[in-house]
C-alpha cells in the first residue's frame, strides 16, 4: 500500500471544515473527508512538538519512551545500547519497513527539535529547503511532487510530511488572512471582559505577553499583518484568529495541489491520504493565546482524516465518524494491522483498524494527557470532563488542580474542582492508576517529569528574567506572585551537579544561622 502521512504542525481540528468550523478554511481537506473517516475524539498522549511526535512514532507514552518536553532531560528519547533497532519497541517506521515499505519524510523536524531518533523511523529523509526551522508549504510541495513522481510506479511506500503553516508565527502573505477575515464572523468568545480579566495572566503567550521572550524582549508582532503586539482587546484577538485561520487557508491550498498531483499521477485511488497534527493551540482557553502549553483540550485535540483506498471509499454516512476516545498511539499498531504486521510487545496503543472497515470500536473509559514544555501538567479526558492537575507551572499563571464540564463549558471558563469533589476524586484515581501502570511497576522506569521537577519547564521562559520583565512593565504584583509560587519548588538539593559549586551559598548560609542563634542568646 502507498501510505501518505500528512503532519500539519498546530492544526486545531474546530478550525477546519471536516470539524464543522464555519469558516472555509480547508475545502480540500474536506474534499479527502468526504472518502474517509473521521475522528472527532483522537488526541496526542504528550504535548507539545517533541513529545507528541515521539509517542507518534514509538507508539509509546512520554513516560514511557522519556520525551515529556523540549529541553534537557526532558527531551531525551530513550534507546537501548547496542547495534541495530529494539525488535520489540521499533519505531513506527522501522516496523513499517520491516513490512516491505519503503519509508521516506520531507521534514525539517528532527533538526528543529534535535531529535534525531526521528530519522530511524526512515530510509529517505529530506529537508526541503536549507531552513531547519520551519519549513514553507510550496517548498514541502516541491520535493513532495519531486518524490512522488519517482515513486508512483513502486507499491508499498510510506510517506511522511511535515507542513509548518499553523505554528506561530503566521508567515503566509496578507491577502490569505484578508480573505478568511471576510469569509464570516470571529468566534464571539472571549468577550472583552474576559480579555481584559486576562491582563492578570501572566507567562509566555498570555494575553500581554504574547510575543515576549529573551529572544524579543520588546514583546513586538514579528509579523505585524497576521499577529497583534498584545491580546488588549477583541480587536486584537479577531487580529490574531484571522492570521491562524488565514494560515490554515495557506496551507490548505497547498494541500489541495498535493491531491490534485495524486490525480495526475494516477495514483490517487489506490494511495492512502492519512491527515492530521502534533498539537491544536490555545486561542483565550485559561489565558494563553497562541501557544500550545497546557494539557488542555484545546491543546491534546487533533484532528485526524484517513482516507484507505478499498476501505474508505463505499462506507455509509454513519460510519464516516467515530467518536471513540483515541490516542496518537493508536496510529501505529492501526497501520500495522492494515498493512498486515503484529503489534511489537512495547507499543502502548491500540488499534482502531476496523473503525476504518465501518465496524464498531469500543471507546477508552478515559485518556491521560501530559504536557511538559511551558507547564508540567497531566490531564484526564473523560467523554464530558478535563482534570488538569500541574506538577509545575514554569512560569505560566496557573492553577494547581482544575475540573471542567467541557461539554457544558468548552472554553474551560468554570473550574468545578471545589464544587464536585467526589468527581475529582475520581479524576485523581484515574490518573493515579494510568501512572501505576506506566510507572509504578516492576521494569518501569522513572517518569521523567517527576525526575525534573526540580528544574521545572524553563527553556522558553526563566522565572528570574521574567519576574524582572513584569516588574518593568508595572505589574510587579504578579511578579511577586510568581516568586512567591516557585519559592516552595526551590530547595536547594539537586539531583545533578550543579553547573557551579554551591560551597559559598551553603557557607553563607551556615554563618547567618549560627549569628542568629549567637544574637539570640
Known amino acids: 500500500m502507498r501510505i501518505i502521512y500528512v503532519d500539519v504542525d498546530t492544526l486545531r481540528a474546530d478550525h477546519t471544515t471536516p470539524y464543522g468550523y464555519h469558516r472555509p478554511t480547508t475545502p480540500n ?11 472527532d475524539r483522537y488526541y496526542c ?102 518524490w512522488l513522481r519517482r515513486h508512483k510506479d513502486e507499491e508499498n511506500w510510506y510517506l511522511h510530511l511535515t507542513y509548518w503553516e ?12 484578508e480573505k ?63 492570521g491562524f485561520d488565514g494560515a490554515i487557508s495557506y496551507w490548505d491550498h497547498y494541500f489541495g495541489q498535493l491531491m490534485d498531483t495524486l490525480e495526475e499521477l494516477g495514483i490517487a ?52 465518524r467515530n467518536d471513540a476516545l483515541l490516542y496518537n498511539i493508536d496510529l501505529a ?25 465501518g465496524e464498531r470500536i469500543d471507546s477508552r473509559e478515559y485518556l491521560v494527557l501530559g504536557h511538559g514544555a511551558m507547564t508540567y501538567q497531566r490531564a484526564v479526558r473523560t467523554r464530558d470532563h478535563l482534570y488538569i492537575r500541574t506538577y509545575h507551572p514554569g512560569t505560566f499563571r496557573t492553577e494547581w488542580e482544575q475540573l471542567f464540564h467541557l461539554t457544558e463549558d468548552p472554553y474551560l471558563t468554570r473550574n468545578l474542582i471545589d464544587e464536585e469533589q467526589e468527581l475529582a476524586t475520581l479524576m485523581r484515581s484515574h490518573l493515579a492508576e494510568w501512572w501505576n501502570e506506566y510507572a509504578g511497576r516492576p521494569g518501569c522506569l522513572p517518569d521523567p517529569m517527576q525526575a525534573n521537577l526540580q528544574t521545572g519547564p524553563i527553556y522558553y521562559s526563566q522565572p528570574g528574567p521574567y519576574a524582572q520583565h513584569l516588574r ?7 511578579a511577586d506572585h510568581l516568586e512567591q509560587r516557585l519559592a516552595t519548588l526551590s530547595v536547594p538539593v539537586p539531583w545533578h551537579a550543579p553547573h557551579e559549586p554551591r560551597s559559598p551559598e551553603i557557607l553563607q548560609g551556615w554563618l547567618a544561622h549560627f549569628g542568629r542563634r549567637a544574637a539570640a542568646t
Open 180 to 242: 478568511m477575515a471576510a469569509s464570516g464572523p470571529v468566534q464571539a468568545w472571549p468577550d472583552e471582559e474576559t480579555i481584559a480579566a486576562h491582563a492578570e495572566i501572566y507567562g509566555p503567550r498570555s494575553a500581554l505577553d504574547l510575543h515576549h521572550s529573551l529572544k524579543n524582549p520588546r514583546g513586538t508582532s514579528p509579523v505585524p499583518h497576521n499577529m497583534p503586539d498584545a491580546v488588549a482587546s477583541r480587536a486584537d484577538f479577531e487580529h490574531l484568529i484571522n
Open 472 to 478: 518593568d512593565t508595572g505589574r510587579a504584583h504578579l
Open 29 to 39: 481537506l474536506q474534499k479527502l473527508a468526504d472518502k474517509s473517516v473521521v475522528f
Open 333 to 357: 499498531p492501526t497501520l500495522a494491522e492494515l498493512i498486515g504486521l503484529d503489534k511489537p510487545a512495547g507499543w502502548q496503543g491500540t488499534s482502531f483498524a476496523p473503525a476504518l472497515r
Open 45 to 146: 498522549s504528550d504535548s507539545p512538538c517533541l513529545p507528541s511526535r515521539a509517542a507518534l512514532t514509538s507508539g509509546q507514552f512520554g513516560i514511557t519512551n522519556g520525551v515529556i518536553g523540549h529541553y534537557g532531560a526532558d527531551a531525551q528519547f530513550r534507546l537501548e545500547a547496542g547495534h541495530g533497532p529494539e525488535p520489540h519497541r521499533p519505531l513506527l517506521g522501522q516496523w513499517l519497513g520491516w513490512g516491505d515499505h519503503y519509508t521516506a519524510s520531507i521534514s525539517v523536524f528532527a533538526e528543529r527539535h534535535r531529535a534525531y531518533f526521528f530519522h530511524g523511523n526512515f530510509r529517505e529523509s529530506i529537508r526541503a529547503s536549507a531552513n531547519w526551522g520551519d519549513e514553507e508549504a510550496p517548498d514541502i510541495n516541491g520535493a513532495a511532487v519531486d
Open 166 to 177: 499553523p505554528h506561530t508565527n503566521y508567515t503566509q502573505p496578507a491577502e490569505w488572512t
Open 269 to 320: 485511488g489506490d494511495t492512502a491520504v492519512i491527515v492530521s497534527a502534533d498539537h491544536g493551540e490555545s486561542f483565550g482557553e485559561l489565558g494563553m493565546y497562541a501557544e500550545h502549553g497546557m494539557a488542555s483540550e484545546p491543546v491534546h485535540r487533533l484532528p485526524l482524516v484517513v482516507y484507505w483506498p478499498g476501505l474508505t471509499d463505499d462506507l455509509p454516512d454513519d460510519a464516516r
